[in-house]
């Protein structure tokens, strides 16, 4: 499966957003992974539906929605401007009817993302295959940047790829998130995963230029 990255805008300098889409523009990402958090489902608040508005007015690159927090289907009238290419992506514990939201991402126009926190097991999506395109396994617990791996994740992106293409859904992607770094994508990749949300550890880390990073990222993934 064709290795996609996505950079992580809640590690973006909030001074030079502009400026850094250009960047990643130029250099060229598959998506803008736009992380909210309300408190709740998270103990953090991070970037706003004003924020997509505002980076959607700006770029024409599909925007990646990670949506953590509780009961995402009571937000769903403020993402009126999805097109096929974007993706929504909720949490299996962040709502009581999962199978029902997911179809209401659906009907918003976008690509329908289901998130597992590192202490949620694969068996919990098995009944929802048919109804998603993309599973984001989180590498990290949810809610800040700069954390290290949770190994035991790593294992999961492996088990996870074997169950979809024993399941038939071979064409649902594996995505991750935390801690995606240059050493870590490689293994990552290796187990599986194809769209690689690149934050502190890589895309954004500042011992290089944003553009000189993005390239090395997509060489380690075999872009
Ligand atoms: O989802 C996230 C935190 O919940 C961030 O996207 C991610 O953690 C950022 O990457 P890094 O771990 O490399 O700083």
Redesign the pocket.
Known sequence: MKSKISP?M??TDLMNVEEEISVLEEVGVDYL?I?I?DNHF?P?ITLSTDFINAVRNKTSVPLDI?L?INNPEKTFHLYKGCNKQDIICIHYEATKHVQRTLVMIKKLGARVGIALNPGTPICMIEDLLSDIDIVLV?T????????KVIPSTLDKIERLRKLLDQAGYTDIEIEV?????FENAKIMREKGANIF??????I?NKDASISDNCKRLKKIVGY
């Open positions: 992580s809640m590690c992974h992380d958090m998270v953090n990670h953590m989180m990290v617990n949810p809610g800040f940047a700069g954390q998130d935390g801690n995606v770094s949300v690149g934050g502190t550890s890589s954004f």
